[in-house]
């Protein structure tokens, strides 16, 4: 069956969205909405995002098993979460009444090929801050952009922005090969690593799946490219047909930056573009991970038609998305920051950029996100909390995953005990929310880190 696109349904259709709350389907569901098409959906739960889905028109039905049989009968089209199997009652529904079910990656493919410009922004890391700081950019400078951003921006008031002209922006995650079926006029690579390794069997396929992106550019784009990263770059050599763009820290790349200098842990410093100066940004986010997402975006900018100048102007009004570096609140006078790191070199990334600003000590809460990433990346977390001071460890994420039986958190704490780091292994929030109010003194930061629900701890300690 050939590929979706959306003329293939007339302008008002149904189109009806299993598992509507997630952040991506949830933003895929308000574009189609401010398009003129209806949206019916199922979820597990009510929430904000789906109540906002509800106000704008939306027909949502909640619980395990939910089926909206309206959605089912009348739906032109049937898009998918990841999560939904074939034994779901809807993808049954769907498939007895011959309705064509697609996956949310092709449906966002689908919607990016309307866009003249379009801009994926891929790597293991920066991607939702990459594309937070595009958005601000494109924004800023009148551009009236589609925007999808993997995380809540204040900017935009979410995670989705409907646009009127022809920019389209969107993160695009490597993951189960989704980003292999967007249709991207300019590919920004900012990392490859390890990571989804149960999916991928490793580096070698990942970086295979990161050419194989970079390539849907061939004859209509760019890829945009940090030079430094030793796996971009096998990803880039020996193909034919790429416009390449790179950005680094170093001056034998396109685009780099000079005379950075830091100021209450925030830097600023100067881009310049092949030996000429092109503008000068002052970061309201901390760390040098954050100089290279300013010159990606920067350099994008540029490809799509806003100088550099301008660019930076709305770059500098970013001040981060939420669980980004993002200050919660107060804690016996410590600031305490929530952040979403759960890759080693995120983790890393983070902590080095919290010792940029003046401290005592640095606590750093952990929950470890998934067992498969845990057990295959454990060395790699043992070595990412050198630069805090104190590291309580609690339970496992399990996401998508059941526990396996050998992968333990506990014994995580014990190798990163043994590197040298103060580390504690602590159950239960609430125990951990106890230990903190004790121990944690005026002039400390306090993380909370994780891709799952350790965010809650926040509740029980701030102020």
């Known amino acids: ?5 959306m003329s293939d349904i007339e302008k008002d259709a149904l189109i009806h969205f299993i598992g509507i709350g997630g952040i991506s389907m949830s933003g895929l569901a308000q574009i189609v909405l401010k398009n003129g098409y209806r949206v019916t959906g199922s979820d597990w739960n009510k929430s904000e995002i789906t109540e906002k889905l509800e106000k704008m028109g939306a027909n949502i039905v909640y619980g395990h098993g939910a089926v909206n049989e309206y959605g089912i009968e009348n739906a032109s089209l049937v898009a998918y979460t990841a999560a939904a199997k074939a034994d779901n009652p809807e993808m049954i529904a769907a498939k007895e009444r011959g309705v064509r079910t697609i996956d949310r990656a092709e449906f966002l493919g689908a919607i990016m090929k309307n866009y003249k410009h379009a801009v994926g922004v891929s790597g293991t890391h920066g991607k939702t801050t990459t594309t937070s700081m595009l958005a601000h950019a494109l924004i800023g400078a009148d551009i009236d952009p589609t925007i999808s951003v993997g995380g809540e921006l204040d ?11 022809d920019y389209f922006v969107t993160e695009a995650c490597e993951y189960t090969n989704s980003f292999l079926k967007f249709y991207p006029t300019i590919a920004l690579i900012t990392n490859i690593e390890e990571d989804h390794l149960d999916f991928f069997s490793g580096i070698d396929e990942i970086i295979e799946s990161f050419r194989q992106f970079a390539c849907l550019t061939k004859d209509i784009g760019y890829v945009v490219a940090f030079g430094s990263d030793k796996n971009i770059q096998k990803a880039l050599s020996g193909v034919d047909g790429l416009n390449i763009i790179t950005y680094g820290m170093e001056d034998k790349f396109d685009y780099y930056p000079e005379n950075i200098v830091y100021h209450a842990g925030f830097p600023s410093f100067d881009v310049t573009k092949r030996g000429e ?46 669980r980004r570096f993002e200050k919660k609140g107060f804690l016996n006078g410590a600031v305490v920051i929530d952040d979403y790191a759960h890759h080693p070199t995120e983790i890393k990334a983070t902590l080095h950029a919290a010792r940029q600003f003046p401290h005592n000590k640095i606590w750093c809460v952990f929950q470890p996100h998934t067992y498969s990433r845990t057990r295959t990346l454990w060395n790699e977390f043992v070595g990412a909390f050198d630069d805090a001071d104190e590291l309580i460890l609690t339970h496992i994420y399990a996401a998508r995953e059941k ?16 590197r040298g780091v103060s580390a504690v292994y602590i159950d239960d929030f609430s125990d951990i929310a106890d230990f903190l109010k004790k121990n944690v003194r005026e002039g400390d930061i306090v993380f909370t880190m994780g891709a799952g629900d350790v965010v809650k701890i926040n509740d029980l300690i701030i102020e």
């Not at 069956?1 to 696109?5: A, D, G, H, I, L």
């Open 1 to 5: 069956m050939k590929r979706f696109v």
């Open 155 to 165: 900017l935009i008031a979410g995670n989705i922005r409907t646009g009127k002209s």
């Open 277 to 322: 100066k092109i503008c000068h940004i002052k970061l309201n986010v901390p760390g040098e991970h954050n100089i290279q997402n300013a010159l990606a975006a920067v350099a994008v900018c540029e490809l799509s038609g806003v100088d550099a100048e301008t660019a930076a102007r709305g770059i500098e009004t970013f001040k981060g998305t939420h």
């Open 403 to 418: 526990p396996d039986g050998v992968t333990k958190p506990e014994n995580l704490a014990a190798d990163i005990q043994k």
